[in-house]
């Protein structure tokens, strides 16, 4: 399991509250924010450790998982 410094734990924590204000209040769901820090966890896995890159690999998957989990 990957080891992740403090500094880009509050990143991918940043990412995710600004990916999640991309979605409707409703559908904002505790499933619906896990699967987007796991996007978030497996693009920093893969070595994208930027904030702004870390919030369009969320982003790219809003609608796959809105559709999945909604």
């Known amino acids: 399991m990957p080891s992740y ?3 880009l734990i509050q990143t991918m924590r940043a990412a995710l509250d600004e ?3 991309k979605i409707p ?3 904002a769901t505790p499933g ?3 699967a987007l820090a796991e996007c978030i966890l497996k693009a ?3 070595g994208q450790t930027n904030y702004h ?3 369009e690999a969320a982003s ?3 609608q ?3 559709s999945i989990l909604t």
Request: hydrophobic share 50%; proline share 4%; aromatic share 0%.
């Open 64 to 66: 796959t998982i809105l």
């Open 32 to 34: 619906v924010k896990a």
């Open 53 to 55: 890159g870390l919030i």
């Open 60 to 62: 790219e998957q809003i």
């Open 44 to 46: 920093a896995a893969n």
């Open 5 to 7: 410094s403090p500094e």
């Open 25 to 27: 209040l409703e559908q």
């Open 19 to 21: 990916v999640v204000t």
